[in-house]
């Protein structure tokens, strides 16, 4: 092993969706916890996500998929088998580059985000050096994954799933894999309820909402399980009162058949007569700037969330938040004392629980603060913690002269599994 602890990552995406933000973070706090590790991130598409670990001293080597291997979706089925044989060829030659990289940059562990790299890792990390899988969704929902992640979970050392939901579903799936959840961190600083804030009515092209408009808002990628019509359907059957809705975010991801277009939601405004009671804003870059600008975040998805990165943004953010009860999202918070919940795809619960807050500014006040204050155990300090825990008890890394403990620690991860 070389002197300097080397790990890489592999992530498919360059744009900040979850789980990109999520890595951003686990980044930056191991940068902080660990500064003399050299991380060194592979990229197989540029974004965002590139100049951000550039600028936090993580090495970024582009490594861009071929557009047959970057377009292939995983959602099953006999398409998916065909795009697998076009795409063939392609993957091969992609896994053979990648796996002269990997020989020539000597990792001490390999941390893979997102299904592609996965498998790509297992199968073309150099011999010996340890690989994490960081499983960021439920596996047994995708029937091609599930298969090909059994058949390469022999090069896998441990697995980090982002919730104890996640972890439950992978373990059932794969009984011998040691799967370890570790909860997401997220910037406190950023997230906070100080700081700007946006004219979403202009940046939504819509004329300046009344004084004492509530605005609530949906900030989400547009992958079709986020609910954007449920949402939609809520706005509609809100009394008239003075509320507006904001759907903030765009299509992100190079796999397009999951996603719905702003056209295709407009449309549906449009059907359910919302008008003026609706803005969409497009992608934000600071999400942070737009929960500071509503009353209200909803979280909507119509399946069960494996975390929810958003809940947790929006209730450090000190907001009400209204959260899709189910999955790793239900671990997040206790209805009614840190945010308000709802059944995944009941637009009708939705809309009460809008109502609720829309009427009852005191109740948003009271939601917002206890989730400032619940939002404290996803501090980074933790995650690095965690996680270098889990690097250590796999590979050769070795302990770290004691620097004293971290601030915080969290009763919830991988302690505690
Ligand atoms: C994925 C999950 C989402 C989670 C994120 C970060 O995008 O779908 O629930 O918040 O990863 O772990």
């Not at 390469?152 to 040691?178: G, H, W």
């Not at 408009?213 to 079709?224: E, I």
């Not at 998805?301 to 209730?315: D, H, R, Y």
């Amino acid at each position: 092993m070389a002197d300097k602890v080397r790990i890489v990552y592999l992530n498919p995406c360059g744009k900040l969706g979850g789980a990109e933000t999520s890595l951003r973070e686990l980044l930056a706090s191991l940068r902080a916890a660990e500064p003399t590790w050299e991380l060194c991130l592979v990229l197989a598409e540029d974004g965002p996500l590139a100049e951000i670990a550039r600028e936090m001293g993580v090495t970024v080597i582009m490594k861009p998929f071929p557009p047959a291997l970057g377009r292939l979706g995983d959602a099953g089925g006999l398409s998916n088998i065909w795009s697998l044989a076009k795409a063939a060829a392609a993957t091969f030659r992609y896994a053979r580059q990648l796996a002269q990289l990997l020989g020539e940059l000597q990792p001490d562990l390999i941390h893979t985000n997102g299904f592609k790299m996965h498998l790509l890792g297992a199968w073309t990390r150099p011999r010996g050096v340890p690989l994490i899988w960081h499983i960021h969704d439920y596996v047994s929902a995708r029937r091609s994954m599930s298969r090909l992640l059994r058949a390469f979970q022999k090069a896998c050392s441990a697995a980090i799933a982002n919730s104890k939901s996640v972890a439950a579903d992978l373990r059932e799936l794969l009984p011998d894999l040691n799967v370890v959840p570790i909860y997401n961190a997220i910037d406190l600083d950023r997230f906070s309820p100080r700081g700007s804030k946006l004219d979403l009515d202009t940046i939504a092209g819509l004329p300046a909402a009344g004084a004492g408009t509530a605005r609530v808002g949906l900030v989400a990628t547009f992958a079709r399980w986020k609910g954007h019509g449920v949402f939609l359907q809520a706005l509609a059957q809100l009394p008239e009162e003075p509320v507006r809705g904001y759907i903030i975010g765009g299509p992100i991801y190079q796999t397009d058949k999951s996603q719905c277009s702003l056209e295709e939601l407009k449309k549906e405004a449009a059907r359910l007569g919302l008008g003026d009671r609706v803005g969409f804003t497009g992608f934000i870059p600071d999400p942070a700037e737009a929960m500071r600008s509503l009353d209200v975040v909803v979280h909507a998805s119509t399946a069960p969330e494996p975390f929810g990165m958003v809940i947790i943004e929006a209730m450090a953010c000190e907001r009400a938040v209204i959260a899709s009860q189910a999955g790793g999202a239900a671990e997040l918070f206790t209805d009614g004392e840190n945010a308000l919940g709802h059944l995944p795809g009941d637009a009708a619960g939705l809309a009460r629980q809008i109502q609720r807050l829309v009427v009852d500014p005191e109740l948003r006040l009271r939601l917002g603060r206890a989730a400032r204050q619940t939002s404290q155990q996803y501090q980074k300090a933790r995650l690095a913690q965690e996680l270098t825990a889990v690097y250590r008890a796999v590979s050769r890394i070795p302990t770290a002269p004691s620097t004293g403990a971290p601030e915080e620690t969290f009763a919830g991860a991988a302690s505690n599994q």
